[in-house]
C-alpha cells in the first residue's frame, strides 16, 4: 500500500509521529511475522521544500512528483486548535497549494485520510461535500458553520466513506493509523495494537466537554447554563426558551445549527456528564445518582450510559481503580 503523508507547517507533532511509527512498526512485524506482505511505502510530502513541525523541528519532506502515485493520502492535523489560529491557517500559500494537490490526487484514484484538524484541510476541497465525516470534536461547531452541506458526527471516532476516511481529534491518528494498517491485514493490526496498547475506538462522546462546546453561540452559553441549574425536573423546550427570553424554533434551530443535535439532546449530554462525575466522585448509589440528574430510577440512567458512552456504570466506576 503506498502511502503520501502530507507535512504542512506547523502540523501537529504527535499526529504525524503516531502514524509513523504504527505504520513502521506494521512494516517490521509483517517482514518478521507475515513474509513481508503487507507492505506499507510511505512517503513524507511537503508543499515547500523545508518543513516545520508545530515545535520547530524539521520533517523530512520530499516534493510532490508525477511518478507519485499513492493509494492514500493521509492529512495530519496542523497544531491550530482554536477558530482564530485555524482560520487565517487555511487560507495560507502552502495550504492552498495542498488542496489542489488532494483534489489532483483523488482525481488519479487516490483515497483521502484525514484525523482532527485535517479533516477541515478535506472539508475545504469539497470532498466531504454531502457525505458523513468526523473531525476533533472540540471545533464540531465552527466545522458545521463553515462547511453545512458535510454530515458532520463529531461523536464518532472514524467515518469511512467513497472518498476515503476521516478521523476524530488528537490521538484519533493512531486510530486511523490502525485503520489503514487493518484494512490491509486485521491480523497485523492486531499485533500492532497490542505492541502500542491501543485500539480503535468507536467514538469520541466520552470525551466531550458540553461546556466547551456552548462556548461556540450566546445563546447555546445561556442554554448551558439554564439546564445545568434544572437538571433534576423533566425537560420542556418551551419552558427553555421562555426562561431564555427566545422562540423555542430559534432555541432548536441554533441547538441544530451549533451543535448539530436538539436542545433535548444536550440537555441529555448535561446529565451524562454530571452522572459520570457523580459516579466517578461521590460515593452516591446509583438510584441517588438518577433522582440528581433528573432521572425516576437508576434503570433509566444506566441505559443512557451505555447508549451515549458505550460504556456501563461499572466500567465507569473500574476507571478510579
Not at 266 to 271: A, I
Not at 272 to 295: K, N, P
Request: with cysteine; glycine share 8%; net charge positive.
Amino acid at each position: 500500500m503506498r502511502i503520501a503523508i502530507l507535512a504542512l507547517e506547523g502540523l501537529f507533532d504527535t499526529g504525524l509521529s503516531v502514524m509513523l511509527d504504527a505504520l513502521g512498526l506494521a512494516n517490521k512485524f509483517s517482514a518478521a511475522q507475515m513474509g513481508g506482505s503487507p507492505h506499507f511505502d510511505v512517503s513524507i510530502i511537503g508543499m515547500r521544500k523545508r518543513v516545520r513541525s508545530a515545535h520547530g523541528l524539521i520533517i523530512p519532506v520530499q516534493a510532490v512528483t508525477a511518478d507519485l502515485r499513492p493509494d492514500w493520502v493521509v492529512v495530519p492535523a496542523l497544531s491550530t486548535g482554536s477558530p482564530e489560529q485555524l482560520i487565517p491557517a487555511l487560507s495560507r500559500p502552502d495550504v492552498c497549494q495542498a488542496k489542489t494537490q488532494l483534489l489532483q490526487w483523488r482525481a488519479e484514484g487516490a483515497l483521502i485520510a484525514a484525523s482532527c484538524i485535517g479533516s477541515f484541510l478535506v472539508a475545504e476541497t469539497g470532498l466531504l461535500d454531502h457525505r458523513e465525516a468526523t473531525t476533533t470534536w472540540w471545533l464540531g461547531p465552527l466545522f458545521r458553520q463553515r462547511y453545512p452541506t458535510v454530515l458532520l458526527d463529531e461523536s464518532r471516532m472514524l467515518v469511512p466513506t467513497e472518498v476515503g476516511v476521516t478521523a476524530g481529534a488528537a490521538m484519533g491518528h493512531l486510530d486511523l493509523a490502525l485503520w489503514l494498517i487493518r484494512k490491509a491485514s486485521p491480523e497485523l493490526a492486531t499485533v500492532v495494537s497490542r505492541y502500542l496498547l491501543a485500539d480503535i475506538r468507536s467514538s469520541q462522546a466520552p470525551y466531550i466537554i458540553p461546556n466547551h462546546l456552548a462556548q461556540a453561540d450566546p445563546l447555546i452559553q445561556r442554554f448551558e447554563a439554564w439546564a445545568r441549574n434544572h437538571l433534576k425536573a423533566g425537560f420542556s423546550l418551551q419552558v427553555a426558551a421562555n426562561a431564555l427570553a427566545t422562540s423555542a424554533r430559534t432555541l432548536q434551530r441554533r441547538c441544530q445549527e451549533v451543535l448539530g443535535k436538539s436542545p433535548l439532546a444536550y440537555f441529555q449530554d448535561l446529565r451524562v456528564e454530571r452522572a459520570q462525575s457523580l459516579i466517578h466522585g461521590s460515593g452516591m448509589d446509583l438510584e441517588a445518582i438518577a433522582a440528581e440528574v433528573g432521572y425516576v430510577d437508576g434503570a433509566t440512567l444506566r441505559t443512557l450510559l451505555r447508549q451515549r458512552l458505550g460504556r456501563g456504570v461499572r466500567d465507569l466506576r473500574a476507571d478510579l481503580r
